[in-house]
């Protein structure tokens, strides 16, 4: 989980992993990748010594850290198998913005109030927003990923895809150890190296990670405050216009044609004006500026003029649905609700909860499906085409209300 471009869209599919569904359950990984010989991982280790000098990272420090190292062929098994995800985007936010997250969220501003007031003094950002990021990328602290960092570079450095994109994120993970910034045991996230409590890619760590508990170091794992601090920090090197919003709902005139239209494409206020756009609660359109209409489920479901602060949250991930539920979950946390038009579909997505639940009906039926996590991985999308098979529904492996209604009906 940044200009993910501080990931690229490398991690923008990770979040997606999260919550991917029916196209993705019919895909299956490969086999696992064959270990290399014992000595391949130590001379790619070897040859990347002097590149490493060469930016930075003592030949003490390279010792330290990759002595002894060995790879996890497991991260390569992962760069591989990212099929493509076409998770809907009602259950992307069901998952992502449900009543737990936002009520977590809200616990989050208040004990963080003051450490909030300051980072926003200096940075321009709201609470709200910052606290979204916080709560979508680490479940406010509650998920980093355990993937030792050194490890998991080190093996993307030396075997598979963009080996030279990862071995610039493994000179970082180096220079941040050099540094003292945070202990070689702390430093895990995921496999392919975000990590803390944001989510910073290393070297984005290294541009834009701040010490703002004055102790010195700036720690993403260890220090709420620097973590916090260092996402406004990003938000506002983006382009954050300190007071704006990121956007509202709006909606359509009738027979829209959005076809042309995006994130990207911009009009003046008065020319959405004049087109027929208004806001959902019936308030008029700012008099000036301009924005972009993001419609993520087409002309029929929820619509929303972008403005530039969108954009500050979408350079964070690059995926316009992870900077809708960054924004809304914002939103939320304000004491906004629900979008106010309906998704298109007669099956909405299930929340965190209503995931668990159906994973303790599955269970409940005999299915073996792993841990309660409310993480529908494989095992639970197997048993869930078994259950739609039985029940007559479309065996897609996709959990929405109608299954989760079905098994509660028994």
């Known amino acids: 989980m940044k200009a993910r471009r501080h990931a690229q869209p490398l991690l923008a599919a990770l979040c ?38 060469a930016v930075g990272v003592s ?60 980072v926003q003094e200096r940075y321009g950002v709201d609470p709200a927003t910052v606290v979204a990021v916080w709560g979508v990328e680490s479940n406010y602290g509650q998920t980093f990923g355990k993937s030792p960092l050194v490890q998991s570079l080190g093996t993307l450095s030396c075997f598979g895809r963009r080996q030279a994109y990862f071995r610039t994120e493994f000179y970082a993970t180096l220079r941040i150890l050099q540094a003292g910034h ?11 190296g975000a990590f803390g409590h944001t989510q910073f890619m290393p070297s984005t760590f290294e541009r834009l990670a701040v010490d703002f508990d004055g102790d010195g170091r700036a720690d993403l794992m260890d220090s709420t405050p620097d973590a916090l601090a260092s996402t406004a920090n990003f938000l506002a090197k983006a382009g954050w216009q300190t007071g ?3 956007g509202f709902e ?28 208004r806001r959902v609660d019936g308030s008029p359109l700012p008099a000036s500026g301009s924005a972009g209409l993001l419609t993520p489920a087409g002309a029929q479901g929820p619509a929303f003029l ?13 995926a316009e649905s992870y900077g809708l539920a960054i924004a809304h979950l914002a939103d939320r946390l304000r004491g906004g ?42 095992r639970s999308r197997v048993a869930i085409r078994a259950e739609q098979e039985r029940l007559g529904q479309e065996a897609n492996g996709r959990a929405g209300q109608k299954l989760l209604k079905a098994l509660r009906g028994g």
């Open 337 to 378: 609700g629900p979008f106010a038009t309906p998704w298109p579909t007669d099956d909405p997505g299930l929340s965190r909860a209503e995931r668990r639940e159906v994973q303790t009906l599955l269970i409940a039926r005999g299915h073996d499906i792993g841990e309660v996590d409310g993480m529908l991985g494989e």
């Open 182 to 192: 945070i202990a070689p045991g702390r430093l895990v996230g995921s496999w392919a």
């Open 16 to 53: 997606a992993t999260l919550f991917a569904t029916a196209a993705q359950a019919q895909a299956q990984p490969p086999g696992p990748t064959p270990a290399p010989a014992p000595q391949e991982f130590e001379n790619c280790m070897n040859t990347l010594r002097a590149p490493a000098r």
């Open 250 to 277: 709006v909606k359509l005139p009738s027979g829209f044609n959005a076809s042309n239209e995006g994130r990207r494409t911009k009009r003046t206020m008065e020319d959405w004006i004049a087109r027929g756009v």
């Open 244 to 246: 704006q919003p990121w």
């Open 306 to 318: 972008v403005l530039r602060n969108f954009d500050a949250i979408y350079s964070y991930n690059a």
């Open 59 to 118: 030949d003490a420090t390279f010792t330290q850290h990759t002595l002894g190292l060995v790879p996890d062929m497991s991260v390569i098994d992962k760069l591989n198998f990212q099929p493509e995800f076409r998770t809907a985007i009602w259950d992307y936010l069901a998952g992502l913005v449900d009543e737990q997250r936002v009520a977590e969220g809200q616990a989050m501003l208040t004990l963080h109030a003051d450490t909030l007031r300051r």
